[in-house]
């Protein structure tokens, strides 16, 4: 199967899941600006929607949608495989947060926005993560275990970090924790990425 990514994209967070999982793929990445793959191919002509990730089967079936793919990431390992029922339950919910309160406005801020608008943006995104430094109860954002979600988050952090956003210092020894995980640092290397160091 092969991952497309873009780098420091929020295809890294599958990047990462993939790994934690240890599951052996391909990568292959694509060029942000001319969406064409390293091998040179139109990106739509392989996924219609037009953005990583996006992850091919071996048979020619895809999977895309980061909370779907991380989701799915989980369910292979017995390492990050949540409990049925609620545990799962609560792991969508941090999945659904982090993509669509914190992802999506960090699109809108970065690409679609005027100077006017993006303070408020901002600010609420700061908010959010806010919400979740004061939830952090355990080493991970859902306990004591790395899951798919901290995959989200940390790569949410590192955008958070290139956009330099103010946020809790309760983050810095998460991330720390996060960057010296060995499939966290591969995934990185992989990508032609630096740790954010903190
Ligand atoms: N709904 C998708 C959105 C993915 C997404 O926004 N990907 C970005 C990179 S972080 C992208 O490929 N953008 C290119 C585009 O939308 O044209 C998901 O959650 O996986």
């Avoid at 420091?8 to 001319?34: N, W």
């Avoid at 392989?46 to 990431?73: H, Q, R």
């Avoid at 810095?172 to 160091?197: F, H, M, N, S």
Wanted: aromatic letters at 12%.
């Amino acid at each position: 199967m092969k991952l497309y990514y873009f780098a420091d994209g929020c295809s890294l967070a599958t990047h990462i899941a993939m790994r934690e999982a240890g599951m052996e793929f391909e990568i292959e990445e694509v060029d942000v600006q001319t969406r064409l793959t390293e091998s040179g191919r139109p990106f739509p002509e392989i996924n219609a929607k037009g953005y990583v990730p996006a992850l091919v089967f071996d048979d020619g079936s895809m999977l895309t949608e980061n909370v779907a793919l991380l989701d799915w990431a989980a369910q292979q390992s017995d390492a990050l495989r949540p409990g049925n029922g609620m545990p799962r339950t609560r792991q969508i919910e941090a999945l659904t947060f982090v993509s669509t309160e914190i992802h999506r406005p960090f699109l809108f801020l970065f690409f679609f926005l005027g100077e006017a608008e993006k303070p408020a943006v901002g600010g609420m995104i700061a908010g959010r993560f806010a919400h979740l430094a004061g939830r952090l109860a355990g080493d991970y954002l859902l306990g004591d275990d790395f899951s798919v979600a901290d995959a989200f988050l940390y790569v949410m952090l590192r955008w958070a970090k290139m956009s330099k956003m103010e946020i809790s210092d309760r983050f810095i020894p998460y991330v720390q924790r996060i960057e010296a995980r060995p499939a966290v640092q591969a995934a990185l290397r992989a990508e032609g990425l630096k740790t954010l160091g903190n």
